[in-house]
């Protein structure tokens, strides 16, 4: 993270393994987050809808970093195959 933004304050980091999340919006999270998704798998991208919950837009996760404010915006993962993980840096 010191290298893509140095800037960017956390308090946690979260390691997923071939994990799917539902449509769901982050409880304890404050403001926004990043993830980076690494792996071999194809598809696991992650849907971000706007605050009332519609129009979700697809954001590539594979190799690159997505930030987003889990808080406000429901979001889940795209079905996957193969060996997906996942780095959340995010503040509580």
């Known amino acids: 993270m010191k290298d893509h933004d140095p800037?960017?304050?956390?308090?946690?980091i979260q390691f997923n393994k071939d994990v799917r999340t539902a449509k769901h919006v982050d409880g304890y999270n404050i403001g926004e987050s990043y993830m980076?998704?690494?792996g071999d798998y194809t598809g696991g991208d992650i849907?971000?809808?706007n605050?009332?919950?519609k129009c979700p837009k697809k954001h590539k996760t594979k190799k690159k970093w997505i930030k987003f404010n889990g808080s406000i915006y429901p979001h889940e993962t795209c079905p996957f195959r193969g060996e997906r993980y996942t780095i959340v840096y995010y503040h509580i």
Do not use: D, P, V
């Open 47 to 49: 849907l971000i809808y």
């Open 7 to 12: 800037l960017f304050k956390f308090t946690s």
């Open 36 to 38: 980076l998704g690494l």
């Open 51 to 53: 605050s009332e919950g």
